[in-house]
């Protein structure tokens, strides 16, 4: 990886859809050796795809729940089942399991609180949990899918320049 490839990156991160040709003028490269690099960025999983971002607001998805799970389970069979039922509700739009005294944290989109309540019930009736604690954002102050760039290591002959 190199200076190139993290300005592409940038920009990608910024408008997926731009075509080769604008990526390439803007990183002073020809189309082919852009589209090249492009690829090799997929083909080793930097690049894990592309996607279009929705607006929550004209999606009716206007509530953000952070979902606080703790389970008196700690097998790894309990986490497979759990990650499996958490999969089957398009609601969870993230998923991470902790360290502290939070043992899971979901992140929760839905139209409204009574949309939530039957998102809890449905969840609750599938696994065994052993507290559930809600938190719904009043407002989002920062949202962004671009992941931070200053910390890429890039090629040694690169970082001498």
């Known amino acids: 990886m190199d200076r190139l490839d993290k300005k592409i990156l940038r920009l990608l991160q910024e408008d997926a859809t731009l075509a080769v040709a604008d990526v390439a003028k803007r990183v002073g490269l020809s189309t082919t050796p852009c589209w090249r690099r ?41 986490l497979l089942r759990f990650s499996e039922i958490v999969a089957e509700f398009p609601e969870v739009i993230e998923f991470y399991r902790m360290s502290g005294d939070i043992d899971y944290l979901l992140r929760v989109v839905v139209p409204d609180i009574a949309a939530y309540d039957a998102f809890y019930k449905r969840l609750i009736t599938k696994i065994d949990i052993r507290d559930v604690s809600s938190s719904f954002a009043m407002e989002q102050i920062k949202y962004t899918t671009q992941m931070p760039l200053d910390y890429l290591i890039l090629d040694k002959e690169q970082r001498d320049i």
Do not use: C, M, Y
């Open 38 to 78: 492009i690829q090799k960025l997929e083909e080793e999983g930097v690049i894990k795809r592309r996607v279009a971002i929705l607006d929550p607001q004209k999606i009716n998805a206007r509530v953000t729940v952070f979902v606080a799970v703790r389970t008196s389970s700690h097998s790894n069979e309990w």
